[in-house]
């Protein structure tokens, strides 16, 4: 239980929801439980059943099975706007005649709230649209109507923010600093937000937990950094961020590191860094984590570090950091991002290079070629 401006505001629990359209679940025996004052993202591919679940919450979708719970009281059959939820969606839906002010209070003003115009006028300051309060929507960039949105969906006090892509229509440097207004209004207000997003990047940056979605179950739930730096599946690895990945098999064990035989090569991975139950063993590594250098300075490679040889296919320079494309002596590609420290040391497209990187940033997980297969066309897919 989380508590804001005098209010008592209980955990969100979904228990065993079920979505079916036809014989299709959307959303599949989905059983989890949304922290009082968190912000939480539902994270996936278009498709995987996380605005399906939103709906649900918010009361615009009948549950084909299962409960919708806030804190001990059961909203599963309660009409919409017989909830303690409000959404914003991804349009804003603002009223064109009316002015900021006014559209702020619609919601005071037709449930006869007294202090209207203080009420008001505190959460247009909470969104730093104070001054603006007598324009119309038509008057404001499209980050300012979004702040309009959740003024007017907070001043309702909900339990629970639902947030429906709601930086979809920005462009991508106003969606980065509206992100990071997003996350300072819900620490001020405490509000449970709950926000649905195909952006991996929006998820990460404000969310404290990241539930990612795939075929209406949830593949991993976690803190962003933990599900990042240790993915437990072939699809999370891939979805949240970009991964290297090798199939091989178990060929033994010296103390907490794993051997694993790819394509003729072997690799480390620390047992605490591996899911997989069986000995077959997709290995894993970021491409941030790897180092890229010259084949002569393969005697400057540490210790017990995973070695691998190709060639440069390919040299994108994005100012941050400059990507590789590697191919290997068995035609995978191989992803490398280097941070641009020092100006123009940089391989060229053709170089005979040697990839390295530490068995502690890499992780293994279950499956085989076939699954890494599947995997890319589920994504190149986008369900």
């Known amino acids: 239980m989380s508590e804001s401006s005098g209010r008592n505001i209980e955990d969100l629990h979904l228990k065993s929801l079920t979505k079916k359209f036809g014989e299709v679940a959307a959303v599949d025996d989905l059983t989890l439980t949304i922290p009082a004052g968190s912000f939480f993202a539902l994270l996936g591919a278009s498709g995987c059943g996380k605005t399906t679940t939103l ?16 804190g001990d009281k059961d909203i ?40 209207v115009d203080q009420k008001v006028n505190a959460m247009l300051e909470l969104v730093e649209l104070g001054p603006m309060a007598r324009r119309k929507p038509s008057q404001l960039s499209g980050g300012q109507q979004q702040r309009v949105a959740v003024a007017r969906a907070l001043i309702n006090e909900p339990d629970v923010l639902l947030l429906d892509e709601p930086l979809g229509a920005l462009d991508l440097k106003l969606r980065r600093q509206m992100q990071i207004e997003l996350k300072r209004i819900q620490v001020e207000v405490g509000t449970t937000f709950v926000h649905v997003t195909h952006d991996q990047e929006e998820a990460m940056t404000m969310a404290d937990t990241v539930a990612v979605m795939n075929a209406g179950r949830i593949e991993q739930m976690g803190h962003p950094a933990d599900i990042y730096e240790l993915p437990q599946t072939v699809f999370v ?11 091989g098999s178990r060929t033994g064990q010296s103390g ?16 605490s860094r591996n899911s997989a139950r069986s000995d077959e063993i997709i290995v894993g590594i970021r491409p941030e984590k790897i180092v890229v250098r010259d084949l002569v300075d393969r005697d400057n ?30 035609g995978q590609d191989v992803t490398v991002f280097e ?21 502690e940033h890499t992780f293994g997980l279950a499956g085989g070629e076939t699954l890494l297969h599947k995997t890319a066309q589920v994504l190149a897919a986008g369900v």
């Not at 690895?237 to 090798?246: D, R």
């Not at 907490?256 to 047992?271: P, T």
């Not at 490679?301 to 691998?308: E, K, M, T, Y």
């Open 256 to 271: 907490e590191v794993i051997m694993v035989d790819s394509h003729g090569m072997k690799f480390s991975v620390l047992s």
């Open 301 to 330: 490679v540490p210790s017990g570090h995973n070695i691998l040889e190709g060639r440069v296919t390919d040299v994108s320079y994005t100012g941050v950091s400059t990507q590789y494309v590697v191919e290997t002596s068995w």
């Open 237 to 247: 690895a891939n979805f949240l961020g970009q991964s290297n990945l090798f199939a």
């Open 339 to 359: 941070q641009n420290v020092i100006v123009g040391d940089r391989c060229e497209v053709g170089d005979q290079v040697i990839l390295h990187w530490s068995p």
């Open 76 to 115: 599963t059959h309660l009409r919409a706007f017989q909830r303690p939820v409000n959404t914003v969606f991804q349009s804003y839906a603002l009223f064109p005649h009316l002015d900021i002010f006014e559209n702020v209070a619609f919601g005071l003003r037709r449930r006869k709230v007294k202090d």
């Open 55 to 70: 709906r649900m919450v918010a009361g615009l979708e009948d549950p084909t099975s299962g409960n919708i719970v806030i």
